[in-house]
């Protein structure tokens, strides 16, 4: 595993918390998982998973409302199979 933080020593925002994180993990199964997360980046709400033959992918993925999915994978050949199913919005909230 591997992981750094940016905290920018000129940023006053960053006096406490990072602006950044990166972490790159390689399991034990030989799977690698990176991810990025960082407040002083524009507001990307992207999430996507990648595999050698498929990926999947939600954009926007953390709002409260509006999120969409898509997928593909490789099939027979090579041929794309693609699909974006229709989410319905869901209370986000206890009542």
């Known amino acids: 595993m591997q992981a750094s933080i940016a905290r920018p020593k000129d940023d006053p925002r960053f006096a406490e918390v990072e602006a950044s ?9 030989g799977f690698t998982a990176s991810f990025n997360s960082a407040y002083n980046a524009h507001k990307s ?6 595999r050698t033959d498929a990926f999947a992918e939600l954009n926007p993925a953390f709002a409260y409302n509006g999120i969409k999915m898509k997928f593909e994978k490789a099939v027979d050949g090579g041929v794309e199979m693609a699909h974006e199913p229709s989410l319905k919005p869901k209370d986000q909230f206890c009542s």
């Open 45 to 50: 709400q992207f999430l996507r998973i990648e």
């Open 21 to 29: 994180c990166q972490v790159i993990a390689k399991l034990p199964s």
